[in-house]
């Protein structure tokens, strides 16, 4: 009886931590909290636009008289919306992720230049030159006293 009392104190003690968490993460600050904080202590936005409007002249005839007669009427086409300076913040994870292809990028680059000196070394043909002369003079010498 005592146990089962146990078990039951635990599992309410329990639900009430994870229900503490799962609120805390519900409602905890979001960036848009934190961004519009930031604003009000005086940060100044990065964001710059320009707005281009491609103005285009045209003609449409029109028959007057006998005569035919362009009128013409200026029409604005195309807009295009120019951003500059924009700054989205990276998280945690694009960070590490950033960090580690560099790092990685690093190492090959290291490794490469590594095969390139060691396919580079030319061999010393000197020494060859010099070890093989020695040997003769001492095959020479072995045979004088034999």
């Not at 006998?66 to 960070?95: A, C, G, M, Q, W």
């Not at 190492?107 to 043909?125: F, G, I, L, M």
Request: glycine content about 0%; overall charge positive; hydrophobic content about 40%.
């Amino acid at each position: 009886m005592l146990t089962k009392l146990v078990q039951v104190l635990t599992y309410k003690k329990n639900m009430r931590i994870y229900s503490l968490i799962c609120v805390l993460t519900l409602f905890s600050c979001s960036a848009n909290y934190h961004y519009q904080k930031a604003l009000n202590k005086g940060l100044k936005p990065l964001i710059s636009s320009d707005t281009i409007r491609i103005a285009t002249i045209d003609s449409v005839p029109i028959v007057v008289h006998d005569t035919i007669v362009y009128e013409k009427y200026f029409s604005s086409k195309d807009t295009i919306v120019h951003y500059e300076n924009v700054f989205v913040p990276k998280t945690r994870l694009e960070t590490r992720i950033e960090y580690k292809i560099h790092r990685d990028t690093i190492r090959y680059e290291t490794r490469v230049e590594v095969q390139k000196a060691k396919a580079s070394k030319q061999p010393n043909y000197l020494l060859w030159v010099f070890l093989i002369v020695l040997v003769l003079a001492a095959m020479q010498l072995i045979k004088k006293f034999l």
